[in-house]
Each structure stands twice: as structure tokens, then as C-alpha cells.
């Protein structure tokens, strides 16, 4: 079977195993790494959808903690950053979904 995905660190130990050969590359830059990073983060979205579980979730955050860390992101920061949003703009939990906004 092909695949042309980022792959976590331990799964070509694991196919090799169970007797598979996994053959792999390496992202040969920061561009393309990151761009196999957005591609995996959409894909555990899209299996987070159709399977809405504690693993998927599990899934995403391990990426996003992966973009985390290529970008330097402070996790202090982070949480100051977001809890500032939450102050200024609310979370998601009232479902308000917006429809339409016009001049008058």
C-alpha cells in the first residue's frame, strides 16, 4: 500500500514488527515539513469528525503539539493568549451560530 503521509516517530518500528518493510523519507526542508503538518492536522480533523473519540482528539492535539514546537510557540503564551480571546470574545458553548450581518 502507498501512502505519502507525515507518520508518527514509532511507526516504521512498528510495520517492521509485524514483518511489513516500511519505506520512508524525510521532510528535506521546514516548507515541506510544514506542509505534511497541515495536511496531517486536516486529516485527524476529518477523523475526528467520523469518529468523534478521546483518541482522535488525542490525534489533533498531538499535531498541533508538533506545530507548536517547529514554530517555537511558548505554551505560556499560549494559555495567556487564549484566555485572553475567551475574555474579550467568549468560547463556543452558547452554539451561537452567525447567519448574516448588514449595514443599517
Do not use: C, Q, W
Not at 521546514?30 to 496531517?40: F, Q, V
Not at 514546537?69 to 487564549?82: C, T
Amino acid at each position: 500500500m502507498k501512502y505519502d503521509k507525515l507518520i508518527r516517530d514509532n511507526i516504521p518500528t512498528i510495520i517492521e514488527s509485524n514483518g511489513a518493510i516500511a519505506k520512508v523519507k524525510y521532510a528535506k526542508d521546514d516548507s515541506e515539513y510544514e506542509n505534511y503538518l497541515y495536511l496531517k492536522l486536516i486529516e485527524e480533523v476529518f477523523e475526528f469528525k467520523a469518529n468523534p473519540s478521546l483518541e482522535e482528539y488525542a490525534d489533533i492535539t498531538e499535531v498541533l503539539d508538533a506545530i507548536a514546537i517547529h514554530f517555537n510557540f511558548s505554551y505560556d503564551a499560549f494559555e495567556k493568549i487564549k484566555d485572553n480571546k475567551y475574555e474579550e470574545k467568549g468560547g463556543f458553548k452558547d452554539r451561537i451560530i452567525l447567519k448574516e450581518v448588514t449595514d443599517e
